[in-house]
């Protein structure tokens, strides 16, 4: 039987067949010695094969290749990975400008961590319903800043309804991981796109204990007019991909833009003489914030990398 991974309820998984039907699988014992050490061989999304056993469940044998996973460290002190979901279309970025205020740093590595993993993504202003004035303004300007770098901006409301006919239009017909902080409103927006989902909003729980030895149970939800949404409770994003930091400029597209005008190939953009990447950014052509934001990632330590809990 061949089929496709649902749900993760941690040591049972949840895969559907070919013909729609449901099946409890385990996983065979020896998939888990294969590939990277990581703490949970089999994802949310991957195509795999089963052998049915005589209880009417069934044994997970193999996993067919996956087009694209993203991981992150099992635990803060862990060596090991946690493969959060595999086969995605794209990614949603749940973001708010107000109760939370979203860091524009955790944005940025979010969305150059995503290009590294070639993943698209959209991103979903949510509570625009409490930004009035001067606020409206900041949105614009939020708004049109990654809409320039070559980002799809969804500005939405889960309480006025704003912009949800746009997002679900958005999710229609792809597999879209939601991702984002907690408190955004990723639960609240999967209430209004997944007829019958009841998930609990306002749940902060899971927060306490992210970076600590969180298991997660991540979920596919079917969307009434196709395509679906992995829900991965208490995983806000992923930790950075393991690339050359020289490398990290390629994760943002208006600062690779510009670095081609840079005197030296090898421009780290942050004292070279000659640099049009510092120049851009006096200038105003290039975003402070997102500026701020590459020099982050350059700052990271190379052992250090999977630890920060963005
Ligand atoms: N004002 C406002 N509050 C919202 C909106 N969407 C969600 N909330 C509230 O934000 C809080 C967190 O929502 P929840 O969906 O649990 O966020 P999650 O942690 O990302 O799943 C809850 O109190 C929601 O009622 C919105 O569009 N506007
Ligand atoms: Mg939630
Ligand atoms: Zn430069």
């Given at each position: 039987?061949?089929?496709?991974?649902?749900?993760?309820?941690?040591?049972?998984?949840?895969?559907?067949?070919?013909?729609?039907?449901?099946?409890?699988?385990?996983?065979?014992?020896?998939?888990?010695?294969?590939?990277?050490?990581?703490?949970?061989?089999?994802?949310?999304?991957?195509?795999?094969?089963?052998?049915?056993?005589?209880?009417?469940?069934?044994?997970?044998?193999?996993?067919?290749?996956?087009?694209?996973?993203?991981?992150?460290?099992?635990?803060?002190?862990?060596?090991?990975?946690?493969?959060?979901?595999?086969?995605?279309?794209?990614?949603?970025?749940?973001?708010?400008?107000?109760n939370?205020?979203?860091?524009?740093?955790?944005?940025?590595?979010?969305?150059?961590?995503?290009?590294?993993?070639?993943?698209?993504?959209?991103?979903?202003?949510n509570k625009t319903d409490l930004?009035?004035?001067?606020?409206?303004?900041?949105?614009?300007?939020?708004?049109?800043?990654?809409?320039?770098?070559?980002?799809?901006?969804?500005?939405v409301s889960t309480v006025s309804g704003e912009g949800m006919?746009?997002?679900?239009?958005?999710?229609?017909?792809?597999?879209?991981?939601?991702?984002?902080?907690?408190?955004?409103g990723?639960?609240s927006i999967?209430?209004k796109?997944?007829?019958?989902?009841?998930?609990?909003v306002?749940?902060?729980?899971?927060?306490?204990?992210?970076?600590?030895?969180?298991?997660?149970?991540?979920?596919?939800?079917?969307?009434?007019?196709?395509?679906?949404?992995?829900?991965?409770?208490?995983?806000?994003?992923?930790?950075?991909?393991?690339?050359?930091?020289?490398?990290?400029?390629?994760?943002?597209?208006?600062?690779?833009?510009?670095?081609?005008?840079?005197?030296?190939?090898?421009?780290?953009?942050?004292?070279?003489?000659?640099?049009?990447?510092?120049?851009?950014?006096?200038?105003?052509?290039?975003?402070?914030?997102?500026?701020?934001?590459?020099?982050?990632?350059?700052?990271?330590?190379?052992?250090?990398?999977?630890?920060?809990?963005?």
């Open positions: 039987m061949k089929g496709l991974v649902i749900k993760n309820t941690g040591s049972w998984y949840v895969v559907r067949d070919e013909n729609g039907a449901l099946h409890n699988c385990k996983i065979k014992g020896n998939l888990r010695l294969k590939g990277f050490r990581c703490t949970n061989p089999v994802a949310v999304g991957d195509i795999v094969n089963a052998e049915p056993r005589d209880d009417g469940t069934a044994l997970i044998v193999s996993i067919e290749q996956r087009r694209n996973y993203i991981i992150r460290r099992a635990s803060n002190l862990s060596k090991e990975f946690q493969i959060i979901a595999s086969n995605m279309d794209q990614a949603v970025l749940v973001v708010t400008l107000a939370p205020v979203t860091n524009t740093t955790f944005i940025d590595r979010f969305l150059a961590t995503a290009m590294a993993y070639r993943i698209p993504v959209v991103i979903a202003i930004l009035e004035g001067e606020d409206r303004d900041l949105l614009d300007a939020v708004a049109n800043l990654y809409r320039t770098i070559g980002y799809t901006v969804i500005p006919d746009m997002l679900r239009e958005a999710l229609t017909g792809k597999t879209s991981l939601l991702s984002g902080n907690s408190g955004v990723k639960s999967i209430n796109m997944v007829p019958g989902a009841e998930l609990r306002g749940d902060v729980s899971q927060s306490h204990h992210t970076g600590m030895h969180t298991t997660t149970f991540s979920e596919m939800l079917d969307l009434p007019d196709g395509g679906c949404i992995i829900d991965t409770p208490g995983v806000k994003g992923f930790g950075t991909i393991d690339f050359d930091r020289y490398e990290t400029a390629h994760y943002f597209p208006e600062i690779f833009k510009v670095s081609e005008q840079c005197r030296f190939g090898n421009c780290t953009h942050t004292h070279e003489p000659g640099c049009a990447v510092r120049e851009a950014v006096e200038q105003h052509l290039i975003s402070e914030s997102r500026y701020a934001s590459y020099l982050s990632i350059l700052e990271d330590d190379p052992d250090d990398k999977y630890r920060k809990p963005y």
